[in-house]
């Protein structure tokens, strides 16, 4: 390969942010991944060591990383914030040191704070992985979206001009800080659609048309619906008046399925807020072709990550 | 004109003081620790050599934390005298919130006593305004003054309640006390980061400017109504700067109010670093506020600079934005950063940027004219304007090395410092003769 020119998704051997990712990184991160899901690149990790270290609660970002580790045949390591004392940075920095004198080859981090990974990736000669930063980046997420996405419409290039709209609470979502600009490198035009009181108070920094409910995004030619999760203390109160409000506006409900519309979301749902139960189970739901490209997908990275595989982009 | 056996006398600078209106080449004598006089072929038993340098009026900076007591580790009053001293501060106020609070006047008398032991500068203690800075109960006042308080004020948290800053005001005034209100709305200001396009791009929660500007604007009610005297502090945003002017215009009370070296050239942009260094209350702005800011100190509308000199140790510094401590070290960069983004740039008067670090401030603190005056007290700042220097971890003098201003290349530094009289910094080594 040649230079790193157009690299910003993986600079150095880091994988952060999505921020400023070009359409043939995507592209090459999800051929490599298509290769892991059929089993064609072997075990690129033998040998290494991943750290998983989840300073916040996580159940598939968790389990589906770990099993990646496993499939690529690293030897894995996990800490969570349960029963230990690390949840302030201080200690972050402190576990990601030690982590390194364990000799870690990469280090997967989920964090509350936005930036974390950044931090920590300056105290480590590991590759760190962004396993969710605060409100900033969730990274792996996004590119299993586009992964299970591209299968859905037949490849990475029929996500070309297809049109998708994000819906909830985007204002505190890491996933729609990645979404975002990893839908638009991939080609597809975006629409925010959300509440003021859950949008960012410069969302126009995004350039993204801003709608004020499902019927608009389906008006305005949606071809995917992604949906945010509404945390559960934010349903009622001072952001949004109540979930009926709520999911009457910004919920979608099987009257809003019309032929090759698409819903997506990246778990945990509540059902019957962001999405109504029946959607979630109907042809139309790619929930769990999400959660199920999570594996191969994060294979991908953490190959990439640790230098494991050559890279073949353009 | 012979003098005393102990002046000094300072030749051939040129000495810019818009007190005086001074503008020009001449050389100034100091004796019993005031000016004696200014003028040509001055004589002294000791001389400074000052040929192409500047003289400036020392300067004043009424918004410092030297984290003394508590946090020594950070700074210490001997520690950020010094750093005031290299940055041509000849007068700092030392802001209550310590650990304790200065909000008793055991904690007060206590600090002027290390002040008189440490300090290389003059160092002024401000009190709290309310027990624990809480906004609750007042502090005792009178008490206080009497210790030796110069201020009050809740600086790092800013009075939630509208009628209890009310009560306050009106007690300072009959106290004799001058207010420093930081401005800060907490029901607003939820985030770490100002809410604007970096923020909402990086996913850092942010507050908006309102926290500021309604803040602001109810201090201002406040003030003309109850007549205190009241200075507003570290003033970030165009609107807040904008409604001191309307306060200004009215023939009501009305409060100062000053700004700082980093508001005044320092975006939110570096919010996309997400690095905790960063970190600073009130956020930084978008170039619009910053731009603003600039025009209000340059028309007069913010009377001054204050620096909020911050220090903060490494390990509160190298983490994420949302868990690093906010605040920044500035007595030694200020000068510098201002002639080198300001002056230079042709954005501000150099005499305005004296004006607004010492004769103002200086006014403000000392209820009198300040400025190179003959029976004035001699505090002087000599800079060479033409001195080129990077600042690096090991350039600070402070005990923290918390500065935005890392690794930037800066013109114009301070070569010296007089505090009454005495040439208490000084990096012009062999330039200072015996006789004049």
């Known amino acids: ?314 | 004109m012979t003098g005393t056996p102990d002046d000094l006398v300072i030749r051939g600078s040129h000495v810019l003081d818009p007190t005086s209106g001074l503008n020009g080449t001449t050389d100034v004598r100091l004796s019993d620790g005031r000016i004696a006089e200014v003028g040509e072929n001055l004589q002294g038993t000791r001389r400074v050599d000052a040929d192409g340098l500047y003289l400036f009026p020392g300067f004043v900076d009424v918004h410092a934390h030297w984290r003394t007591p508590g946090r020594e580790d950070e700074e210490t009053i001997a520690s950020g005298s010094e750093a005031a001293a290299a940055g041509g501060f000849a007068s700092v106020v030392m802001m209550p919130n310590t650990d304790p609070v200065a909000d008793r006047p055991v904690v007060v008398s206590g600090l002027l006593r290390r002040v008189e032991e440490e300090s290389r500068v003059r160092a002024y203690v401000s009190a709290a305004l309310h027990e624990g800075l809480k906004g609750e109960r007042l502090t005792e006042m009178r008490l206080l003054r009497e210790a030796g308080a110069f201020c009050v004020s809740d600086d790092g948290l800013g009075t939630q309640s509208t009628g209890v800053l009310r009560n306050a005001m009106l007690y300072a005034k009959s106290a004799g006390l001058p207010v420093i209100l930081h401005c800060e709305d907490h029901t607003l200001a939820t985030g770490v980061v100002h809410d604007g396009v970096a923020a909402a791009l990086a996913g850092v929660p942010g507050s908006p400017a309102s926290a500021e500007d309604v803040a602001t604007a109810m201090a201002l009610v406040l003030t003309a109504e109850t007549g205190a005297k009241v200075h507003i502090t570290h003033v970030s945003t165009a609107l807040s700067a904008a409604l001191v002017g309307f306060f200004k215009d009215l023939s009501v009370a009305s409060a100062t109010a000053d700004t700082t070296p980093h508001h005044l050239t320092l975006t939110d942009e570096l919010v996309a670093t997400l690095q905790g260094l960063y970190r600073v209350n009130p956020p930084l702005r978008p170039e619009e506020d910053r731009l603003g800011v600039g025009d209000a100190l340059a028309s007069g509308i913010l009377d001054f600079v204050a620096t909020d000199h911050a220090p903060h140790a490494t390990e509160e510094k190298e983490l994420p934005l949302e868990e690093a401590a906010p605040g920044y070290l500035g007595h030694e960069t200020a000068f510098s950063v201002l002639y080198t983004e300001l002056v230079q740039q042709e954005k501000l008067p150099l005499s305005r940027l004296v004006e607004a670090m010492a004769s103002a401030p200086g006014r403000w603190v000392r209820g009198a004219a300040y400025g190179i005056l003959p029976g004035a007290p001699a505090d002087l700042a000599l800079m060479d304007l033409s001195e080129e220097w990077t600042v690096r971890r090991d350039t600070l003098v402070s005990r923290s090395s918390n500065s935005p201003y890392l690794g930037q290349r800066l013109k114009g530094r301070v070569v010296g410092t007089v505090v009454g009289g005495e040439l208490i910094y000084n990096r012009m080594g062999a330039k200072v003769g015996a006789r004049a």
Request: glycine share 10%; net charge neutral.
């Open chain 1, 1 to 314: 390969m040649t230079a790193r020119k157009g690299w910003s998704a993986l600079h150095g051997r880091d994988f952060l942010t999505l921020q400023g990712v070009s359409r043939d990184e995507l592209k090459e991160i999800l051929n490599l991944a298509r290769a892991c899901d059929t089993g064609l690149s072997g075990r690129p990790l033998a040998g290494k060591t991943v750290c998983l270290a989840f300073f916040e609660a996580s159940t598939r970002t968790a389990v589906s990383f770990e099993l990646a580790a496993k499939r690529a045949g690293a030897d894995v390591l996990s800490i969570s914030e349960k029963g230990s004392a690390i949840q302030k940075g201080e200690s972050l920095i402190d576990t990601v040191v030690t982590l390194d004198a364990l000799g870690a080859d990469a280090v997967v981090i989920r964090h509350p704070s936005t930036g974390a990974a950044r931090s920590a990736a300056k105290h480590t000669s590991a590759a760190v992985v962004n396993a969710g930063d605060g409100r900033g980046q969730h990274p792996t997420q996004a590119l299993l979206d586009l992964y299970a996405l591209s299968q859905a419409l037949g490849g990475f290039d029929e996500l070309m001009d297809k049109r998708v709209a994000i819906l909830g609470d985007i204002l505190h979502s890491r996933v729609a800080r990645s979404v975002v600009p990893a839908f638009r490198a991939a080609g597809m035009e975006v629409a925010l659609v959300a509440p003021a009181t859950l949008l960012p108070g410069e969302s126009e920094a995004w350039g993204l048309p801003i709608l004020s409910s499902v019927d608009d995004a389906l008006g305005w030619g949606a071809d995917v619906l992604y949906t945010l999760r509404l945390q559960r203390e934010r349903m009622t109160g001072a952001l949004v008046p109540s979930v009926a409000e709520y999911s009457r506006y910004y919920g979608v409900a099987e009257r809003h399925l019309k032929e090759c519309v698409l819903v997506m979301h990246p778990g945990p749902v509540n059902r019957g807020v962001e999405i109504s139960g029946d959607v979630v189970l109907s042809g139309a739901s790619l929930i769990s072709n999400q959660v199920a490209s999570g594996v191969a997908v994060r294979q991908a990275v953490l190959a990439l990550a640790v230098g494991a595989v050559e890279r073949v982009a353009a």
